[in-house]
């Protein structure tokens, strides 16, 4: 496997590096915000949401309108420099807002920097390679992301040790945010792409039937993907303490970034819509197993194992099933509406998980969630069906 990902070319290993340390930076203060909004500016967990949501309903915009822009020039290095040097530089200046609407201009440029970057760069990463190496080559890019995930904590956990602020370790995530964007200027991008025509229609109506029928099943199972906050607080439910938590999802993260590779790479030799079928009823599994089995640490880090695995399969696999459906001269805009349907659709799922949750408990919350992703499975095989 590592023989064959050595020979992948040098874009998509120069889009993991930079997204290795993006995310290094990202995850370094992700989990120190919270505290850092509440110690400075007081802000509780409603205007936290407020600023998370608008934030995030911004880049799942903006994923559509540049993943538009790029079919029509079929270069994506400009929104790259624009869609990392914007978290580059919002980042660390968190660390020096002096009011709440000060930090919300600075967690909604971080996103729409994220949303203009992440459709271009998901469609040249499908340009750069021949069909039956996308997996691979999304699979070694999603490895590298989460390594950025493990390495950023723990780089966090060892500046405050040495007695570092929260202020200070994010003023430092100005230095991997400046590595990224001199890696993405240094990027070439691959020869003999197609020449845009200017008249890439971005309407629903314009996708390719195969394409709409999966963005309507992926639609349908992201309503039962809870933000993994919660999965965090049932984790705590069953007995992991404070610092133990921090460290569940660290190893969470480095078995995601080693199973990343080879599991996608899987999907080029299988059917891929049939591989995220039986994923998305292993996920139903899991979700009702973390609402049915009775509580314990080890319960609890088994299920952690099978979504780890389950994440690993997934991801690479459905960027690399979008690319499949979607025509060559139309990838920017197949990805921009991949991205704005699980986006937005991520939003009432978190709500309504967290409102069961509340009224109801969480073990209805789990199993809710997973008659969801059985839904999804059924939708998503009918739709292969109709293709045969």
């Known amino acids: 496997m590592l023989n064959v990902a050595l020979k992948l070319p040098r874009t998509v290993w120069f889009l993991g590096a930079v997204s290795f340390l993006n995310d290094a930076a990202s995850d370094a203060i992700y989990p120190l915000l919270p505290l850092f909004f509440a110690a400075t ?16 309903a911004t880049a799942a915009l903006m994923k559509l309108v540049s993943g538009y822009f790029y079919d029509r020039s079929q270069r994506a290095k400009g929104w790259l420099i624009i869609g990392y040097t914007l978290p580059a530089l919002s980042r660390p200046l968190i660390a020096l807002a002096s009011s709440t609407p000060v930090v919300l ?15 271009p760069r998901d ?18 890019h999603r490895s590298m992301d989460h390594a950025g995930a493990v390495a950023g904590p723990l780089a966090a956990a060892a500046l405050l040790a040495a007695g570092w602020s929260v202020r200070e370790v994010i003023l430092w995530t100005i ?11 240094m990027l070439r991008e691959p020869e003999g792409l197609a020449v845009g025509n200017g008249k890439i229609d971005w309407q629903w109506q314009s996708l390719p039937a195969p394409l709409k ?18 999965l965090l607080l049932r984790a705590k439910e069953t007995g992991f303490t404070d610092t133990q938590i921090p460290l569940l999802w660290a190893g969470f993260s480095a078995l995601a970034m080693l199973l990343s590779t080879p599991l996608s790479a899987l999907s080029d030799r299988v059917d891929r819509r049939s591989m995220l079928c039986g994923a998305w ?16 640490v080890g319960t609890t880090i088994a299920l952690f194992v099978g979504y780890a695995i389950f994440i690993a399969a997934t991801e690479g696999a459905e960027k690399a099933l979008i690319a499949e459906l979607a ?4 990838l920017g805009t197949a990805f921009g509406w991949f991205h704005l349907v699980s986006g937005v659709m991520l939003l009432p799922a978190s709500a309504l998980f967290g409102w069961l949750w509340s009224h109801a408990g969480s073990t209805t919350a789990f199993m809710v969630s997973a008659s969801t992703s059985f839904i999804a499975a059924g939708l998503l095989l009918r739709a292969r069906r109709a293709e045969r």
Request: zero cysteines; aromatic letters at 8%; charged letters at 10%.
């Open 213 to 230: 029928r999966y963005l309507v099943a992926l639609g349908v199972f992201t309503l039962s993907q809870a933000s993994n906050m919660f």
């Open 281 to 296: 009823v292993v996920y139903a599994l899991l979700f009702a197993a973390f609402g049915l089995l009775p509580s314990g």
């Open 327 to 330: 025509p060559q001269a139309q």
């Open 175 to 185: 230095v991997p945010g400046v590595l990224s964007v001199l890696l993405v200027a």
């Open 123 to 140: 469609a040249l990463l499908a340009a750069a390679v021949p069909a039956d190496r996308r997996g691979l080559a999304y699979g070694l």
């Open 41 to 56: 500016f007081a802000v509780g967990a409603q205007a936290l949401g407020i600023i998370e949501g608008a934030a995030n």
């Open 105 to 119: 201009l600075l967690r909604m440029g971080d996103r729409i920097g994220k949303g203009l970057r992440t459709s």
